[in-house]
């Protein structure tokens, strides 16, 4: 599914396309089969985008979205890396798959703060680092308990879409940075669900994301982009229950 309001970001996409191909695949090969298995992973396919949208919202430059954009790409790469290792009673073997699983998150992560650093926005590594943290302790916790697909997006999955506006908030220096972070929570629900098929739950998200927006004085959230994001998701939801009835 493309979005309507994807295609003024058809540049900038490209060249964080094109920023991955030259930096991660350049440096590790390896690393483009992992990709090719992500394809048409809802959040490999729309994180990158929602990071611009949230950037582009508030006001960021394109170089610094961009660059940010190619950040939690790379985290969320490394995060699929690293959730494919097994234990010894799943079967892991310990070869240089295994090997490179570890390394390569090491690596995206030390990559990471030199990008930040480069960039200027060292600022955002505290959200980063609990992001990181808040996931790895949704993993463990599905390990030992059973999780249906929702519990999975909002443990998982939600919290990259929240930081990326948390980050894009505090890079803007406009304050809120917790309200801005529930709303990127609420629009990668709804984007994720949507995707999944959950079409009655997309709206309760939606909804929230307007009336946390409206609630933010110097915020419009009927205007630019984040009007024309909302709306979309609201009208998708709607016209794919009207399908689903007829």
Known sequence: MEYLFARDYRQQLGEVERIFKTGMVKSWPEIKTYANRLEGDTTWDHLSLMTLVFYDHLGVNNRLSTVMAYIFKNLYLAQTIHCGVK????????????????LIGDYTFGYIMRLLLENQAERVLTSLASM?????????????????????????????????????????????????SRVGHDIGMAVELLHLGVNNQVDRYVHSSFEILSGLKQDHALDGIMGKVINELHELACSQDRAAVI
């Open 87 to 102: 234990d010894d009673e799943e079967g892991q073997e310990y070869n240089q798959d295994l090997q490179f699983a570890i």
């Open 132 to 180: 990181i943290c808040i996931i790895s302790e949704g993993l463990v916790r599905k390990r030992y308990q059973a999780w249906n697909p929702i519990r999975e997006i909002e443990e998982v999955k939600a919290p990259l879409y929240a930081t990326a506006f948390q980050t894009a908030a505090q890079l803007a220096e406009c304050g809120m940075e917790s309200s801005y």
